[in-house]
């Protein structure tokens, strides 16, 4: 029998080769990621012995681009300031009083509960124009960790469907700007820990 001479040119071949090694590592390693992601926030299928404490949304719902919010100092954060970190977001009212500094403090214990994770994590607070300022000395005190910021507008609250400020609901944002679950008021440290830690050794991302 005789041989034909392939039409494939060596450098054509090595350059094949290498192009199949590149995508076999983007599957490798970003593969794992995609699957508990879809299975997590997507599919329809869901172990049975998977327990949300929170409200989880069905889809995920991206933040808008544009969220009316405002540091301290004047400059604005949009979704792209809360990239690279799970963020637990509180709505507080103007004159903030013991019931809602007991909601920041439960919130507080949680993310110290995370241990070595909590680097993933940042809280933010959210209130009224104006109010920040009366609240932030006794954060930099005791909750130095908390991020607060004023609403310039109400397009957030309207995202988030809030009528008025509730210090006790707590809004979970991935790292990617998606609005992911909801604690509503009454909910346990407890509970919200494990779902956190959950997200979190399923998620590659933040």
Not at 60 to 67: M, N, Y
Request: proline share 9%.
């Amino acid at each position: 029998m005789t041989d034909h001479p392939s039409n494939v040119k060596p450098e054509q071949a090595v350059a094949e080769r290498n192009r199949r090694q590149f995508y076999l590592l983007i599957a490798v390693f970003f593969g794992p990621m995609f699957v508990a992601m879809f299975l997590y926030f997507g599919a329809d299928y869901r172990p049975p012995d998977r327990t949300n404490y929170g409200q989880l949304n069905e889809p995920a719902k991206p933040l808008p681009s544009t969220l009316g919010l405002q540091a301290q100092d004047g400059s604005s954060i949009d979704r792209a300031a809360l990239a690279d970190d799970w963020t637990m977001v509180q709505w507080l009212p103007a004159d903030c009083g013991d019931d809602c500094q007991q909601a920041l403090y439960l919130t507080r214990q949680v993310w110290l509960s995370l241990d070595r994770r909590r680097v993933r994590v940042q809280r933010m607070a959210v209130m009224p124009p104006g109010s920040a300022s009366g609240l932030q000395p006794k954060a930099d005190t005791a909750d130095p960790n908390l991020q607060i910021v004023e609403a310039t507008s109400q397009q957030l609250a309207t995202f988030f469907s809030l009528e008025q400020p509730e210090p006790m609901r707590v809004y979970v944002i991935d790292p990617i700007g998606n609005w992911v679950m909801t604690y509503p008021p009454g909910w346990e440290p407890a509970g919200m820990l494990k779902d956190i830690k959950k997200l979190l050794k399923i998620s590659r991302i933040g």
